[in-house]
């Protein structure tokens, strides 16, 4: 995934909610911090390289 923080973790917790049990993966230009910050728990299912 390539966007800022924000948007790709709306995407994740929805994708989430959903019911979609995936690894997502994102580009450093995220935001590693704030996007952990902003998932919580759910973070555990993202990489960022």
């Given at each position: 995934m390539v966007c800022t923080y924000a948007p790709c973790a709306r995407f994740i917790r929805l994708a989430q909610e959903s019911g979609l049990n995936v690894l997502f993966l994102n580009v450093s230009f995220v935001g590693s911090i704030p996007l952990a910050?902003?998932?919580?728990?759910?973070?555990?299912?993202?990489?960022v390289t």
């Open positions: 910050t902003e998932l919580g728990t759910r973070a555990v299912s993202v990489i």
